[in-house]
């Protein structure tokens, strides 16, 4: 090596064994005569290691201890997509081999080969979506190059069945369930989804109906492999919370009978006609009969259900609460859906003059074709509902803000607490305005300006004094909240402070000396302001 150069050695470290290896590097100066200079002696230490990729997801295991992904069991044309993980927990870089599956009911979004650096994980989606009906399986492997001992095998198993009638088309992508989410008392809110008939032949349905769930239409025929958009109007005419009510639809593969063969029917359908004051009276007498009956049955179900147990009752600060709470509702045994629905009352007082008479005009459901249900074809499906009702209501214990006098430049801030009392959720926004009503922070901001308030929780809101110049500081903070409940007033907060004029001012840049200065005996005051030279 030439004067006042350098050379640079290569040591290559070749394991053959997983463990730790050490050995003593030594370069010796010839003809060296300094004991300091003449050799160079430090440590050299390795340690013998393979890739290695941990299977992190699924982790059910089958008898044989193996890996499964378990699929659950889906309609024909439905799908559900689960990951499949895995994480590199060693200290060098793991490339897997993967083989995906080989059937046509699962698909892979893998590559071929992954590489994964040291404490990473990745993430795969195995898409199941049965074409037919049966239990199908197969699996994923996962080979570590450069480790002969490690190779991983998913199992991987689905099963695929059909439903002469499935729901589709329900919102957020759900198979059985309708999430209203937030509604406001009094104010429908509608769902649409559908009803497919999947059998050779036509089908008759019938939902239950609520007081606070309507279906439209809420009976009517489906013809063979066909469907039939259902709406679903919620409204509530009081605060409740509705989790997870289960109301069934009985169904029924059926026969026409004559001329019916093929005829659209349902529920909404209607017939204008003119009747007499006696046909009237006895449409109007059977309506009241009906009516009379199904409460009738009501109060006898009710009454023969087992009392509560003795310490069930809900507490008594419970009963205080605005709002009612509905859980689920255990479905009725199913019916053999075969008569017609009873013909509705007058929806108006038009009249018209036939002769000496005077007929009344009626709006009424078109008769059901007449049809026989097939034994042993009444089934229910259920559906699931999920709703919130309620008005906007909230708590804020400030009544108004008064800021010490302040500095041009400087600035304040006041936080308050804004707590929604509702069982939905709380959209806001805030407007800083004049004593006028006209829009105009001045020297105040309000952050967050607008947002939204889950049920039940709180949010704190920061003002901020800020002023630039010598200027008047009234203001009021006004806060607009939809559907806010009558006896609520709107939110208005007035707000003041007063501005001072320094004799000099210097704008200094933002240091951490402070922060530097923590550990030192005497911090600085911290109104101390401070100018770094670097």
């Known amino acids: 090596i030439p004067p006042h150069e350098y050379r640079y050695a290569t040591v290559a470290f070749r394991p053959s064994a997983m463990t730790t290896y050490r050995g003593i590097f030594t370069a010796t100066v010839e003809r060296g005569t300094n004991s300091k200079t003449k050799q160079l002696t430090f440590e050299l230490r390795g340690e013998g290691t393979m890739p290695t990729v941990l299977l992190e997801k699924p982790n059910t295991f089958n008898e044989s201890n193996q890996p499964v992904l378990r699929f659950k069991k889906l309609q024909i044309g439905k799908s559900q997509v689960l990951p499949v993980t895995i994480t590199n927990r060693g200290i060098i870089p793991a490339t897997v081999k993967i083989e995906s599956p080989d059937s046509d009911m699962f698909s892979f979004t893998a590559p071929s080969s992954a590489t994964l650096e040291p404490k990473r994980s990745q993430s795969f989606d195995m898409r199941f979506q049965p074409l037919a009906i049966g239990q199908f399986t197969s699996q994923i492997k996962f080979q570590t190059m450069n480790n002969p001992y490690e190779t991983s095998v998913i199992q991987v198993v689905g099963e695929g069945y059909r439903e002469d009638v499935v729901f589709e088309d329900i919102p957020d992508e759900l198979e059985d369930e309708l999430r209203f989410g937030d509604c406001v008392v009094g104010v429908e809110k509608q769902l649409t989804f559908t009803v ?15 007081p606070d769930f309507v279906f439209s239409p809420g009976m009517g025929h489906i013809q063979a492999r066909t469907s039939r958009p259902i709406t679903v109007t919620f409204k509530a005419n009081e605060p409740k919370r509705i989790n997870n009510l289960v109301l069934p639809v009985s169904v029924a593969k059926i026969q026409y009978i004559g001329a019916g063969q093929g005829v659209e029917w349902d529920d909404s359908m209607k017939n204008l006609r003119w009747v007499t004051a006696e046909e009237l009276a006895q449409m109007e007498r059977e ?36 709002a009612k709470e509905t859980g689920t509702r255990r479905p009725s045994q199913p019916e053999q859906p075969t008569s017609s629905p009873p013909p509705s009352a007058p929806s108006s007082q038009e009249t018209r003059r036939e002769g000496d008479q005077i007929l009344y005009q009626v709006i009424e459901i078109s008769p059901e074709p007449a049809h026989t249900v097939l034994d042993g074809t009444a089934k229910q499906l259920q559906m699931k509902l999920d709703a919130n009702a309620d008005l906007s209501r909230y708590h804020c214990p400030v009544k108004s803000i008064q800021f010490k006098p302040t500095m041009m430049f400087a600035s304040r801030i006041f936080k308050f607490p804004l707590k929604n009392l509702s069982l939905t959720r709380l959209d806001y926004q805030f407007v800083i305005e004049r004593a006028d009503g006209r829009p105009h922070p001045g020297p105040y901001s309000i952050s967050p300006e607008s947002g939204t308030v889950s049920a039940q929780s709180e949010e704190t809101i920061t003002v901020r004094f800020n002023p630039m110049e010598v200027e008047e500081a009234d203001r009021v903070i006004v806060c607009h909240m939809n559907n806010l409940a009558n006896d609520m007033a ?45």
């Open 196 to 210: 497919r008939n999947q059998a050779d032949m036509p089908i008759r349905f019938q939902w239950e109906q609520t």
């Open 490 to 534: 709107p939110l208005s907060i007035p707000i003041s402070g007063t501005v001072l004029r320094p004799i000099c001012h210097f704008e200094l840049s933002a240091s951490n000396y402070h922060e530097k200065r923590i550990e030192e005996a005497r911090p600085l005051d911290p109104l101390c302001k401070v100018i770094e030279f670097s």
């Open 287 to 322: 309506k009241k009969e009906k009516e009379a009956a199904m409460a009738a049955a009501a109060a006898k179900t009710a009454k023969s259900k087992p009392p509560a147990k003795s310490g069930a009752a809900a507490p008594a600060d419970a009963k205080k609460k605005d």
